[in-house]
């Protein structure tokens, strides 16, 4: 092995003069016997003393690998020349860089790359909160063992629009209709049952709705989620009771309607507002099988769920 001494050269020997077997089977190749040096080393690590070798990693008996850079090349990877390329201009950026803007990593496979462990807070973020130190990112999202990644808000902008556009595509569209579908399967789509189907459930377990009522509206919250796929906010459906809940209005599916986001927030438990066909609300008490408004993308017939022609009776205090 070449001492520490034999190290300290200012020039370095040509790749030319390595080392090489001059017979057997590896006559031609690089002997690794002879290039091996004390001390420790990563990846991509100059020789410190043949040019245009580099340190590839380690035999499992602790034997050191030293090649050129075809090897990188012939593996379709970054050679150690562009990653020390990389370091150089990360070491400039860090150098320069204003407070404002975080660090970046100097070594390691992403060297150039935000710092991610520097931008850690204390507190749980939402995605697109601002960085408490750095105002030009923001929180995207987290890695599976918990690390927080804040991205540009160039970036960040750019991905919620690549996102946007991946979900209103037919693939995009399919394969959230999938993960819904699995959700339900699964129970892990608590929110459906939060909304609706838990209501309905303790309706049946005080005895007000038959078990029968409560499955139909689990249909209908299954009917809910498939027609909001890909659709924007103001887009989207919602299930409302006719009677209100807060007026004795029971989650069955002859009280349920569904309707868009923005007017079931506009009708909250002030009325008892029927959708009509035409997309307006209008005020009748003789209810007839529901039709989706024709002025939406979506339109359905709720007619395999069996509503039924109902007659409400006005509270005179009703306004």
Same mark, same amino acid.
């Given at each position: 092995?070449i001492t520490?001494?034999?190290?300290?050269?200012?020039?370095?020997?040509?790749?030319s003069e390595?080392?090489?077997?001059?017979?057997?089977?590896?006559?031609?190749?690089?002997?690794?016997?002879?290039?091996?040096?004390s001390?420790?080393?990563?990846?991509?690590?100059?020789?410190?003393?043949?040019?245009?070798?580099?340190?590839?990693?380690?035999?499992?008996? $602790?034997?050191?690998?030293?090649?050129?850079?075809?090897?990188?090349k012939?593996? $379709? /990877?970054?050679?150690?020349?562009?990653?020390h390329?990389?370091?150089?201009?990360?070491?400039?950026?860090?150098?320069?860089?204003?407070?404002?803007?975080?660090?970046?990593?100097?070594?390691?496979?992403?060297?150039?790359?935000?710092?991610?462990?520097?931008?850690?807070?204390?507190?749980?973020?939402?995605q697109?909160?601002?960085? %408490?130190?750095?105002?030009?990112?923001?929180?995207f999202n +987290?890695? +599976?063992n918990?690390?927080?990644?804040?991205?540009?808000?160039?970036a960040?902008?750019?991905k919620?629009?690549?996102?946007?556009s991946?979900?209103n595509?037919?693939?995009?569209?399919?394969?959230?209709?999938?993960?819904?579908?699995?959700?339900?399967? &699964?129970?892990?789509?608590?929110?459906?049952?939060?909304?609706?189907?838990?209501? @309905?459930? @303790?309706?049946?377990?005080?005895?007000? /709705?038959?078990?029968?009522?409560?499955n139909?509206?689990?249909?209908?919250?299954?009917?809910?989620?498939?027609? &909001?796929?890909?659709?924007?906010?103001?887009d989207?459906?919602?299930?409302? !009771?006719?009677?209100?809940?807060t !007026?004795?209005?029971?989650?069955? /599916?002859q009280?349920?309607?569904?309707v %868009?986001?923005?007017? !079931?927030?506009?009708?909250?438990?002030?009325?008892?507002?029927?959708?009509a !066909?035409?997309?307006?609300?209008?005020?009748?008490?003789?209810?007839?099988?529901?039709?989706?408004?024709k002025?939406?993308?979506?339109?359905h017939?709720? @007619?395999?769920?069996?509503i039924?022609?109902?007659?409400?009776?006005?509270?005179?205090?009703?306004?």
């Open positions: 092995m520490q001494t034999t190290l300290n050269l200012v020039t370095k020997l040509p790749l390595a080392p090489r077997w001059t017979k057997g089977q590896y006559k031609g190749n690089l002997n690794q016997t002879l290039l091996q040096v001390g420790e080393f990563t990846s991509c690590v100059p020789h410190p003393m043949y040019e245009g070798l580099f340190y590839w990693g380690n035999q499992p008996n $602790g034997t050191q690998r030293w090649y050129a850079e075809d090897l990188w012939d593996k $379709g /990877i970054a050679t150690p020349t562009e990653i390329e990389k370091q150089r201009k990360a070491r400039e950026c860090n150098l320069k860089k204003p407070d404002s803007e975080p660090r970046v990593l100097e070594d390691g496979r992403n060297v150039g790359l935000i710092d991610q462990q520097a931008m850690q807070v204390s507190w749980i973020p939402t697109g909160d601002v960085h %408490p130190k750095y105002p030009n990112y923001r929180y +987290k890695k +599976k918990g690390t927080q990644i804040w991205i540009t808000l160039e960040f902008k750019k919620k629009e690549q996102t946007k991946y979900i595509s037919p693939e995009g569209r399919e394969s959230l209709r999938k993960t819904v579908k699995k959700q339900l399967e &699964n129970g892990t789509r608590s929110c459906v049952r939060v909304e609706m189907y838990d209501k @309905a459930h @303790a309706e049946y377990e005080e005895g007000l /709705i038959t078990l029968e009522e409560r139909k509206v689990w249909k209908l919250t299954d009917l809910r989620i498939e027609l &909001n796929v890909g659709l924007e906010l103001k989207k459906w919602n299930i409302d !009771h006719i009677i209100p809940e !007026h004795g209005g029971l989650t069955t /599916i009280n349920l309607q569904m %868009p986001y923005s007017w !079931h927030g506009s009708k909250l438990n002030h009325n008892r507002h029927v959708m !066909h035409n997309g307006s609300d209008c005020d009748i008490w003789y209810r007839t099988p529901y039709v989706m408004p002025t939406r993308e979506w339109t017939s709720l @007619a395999n769920v069996e039924t022609t109902l007659r409400f009776q006005r509270p005179p205090s009703y306004s």
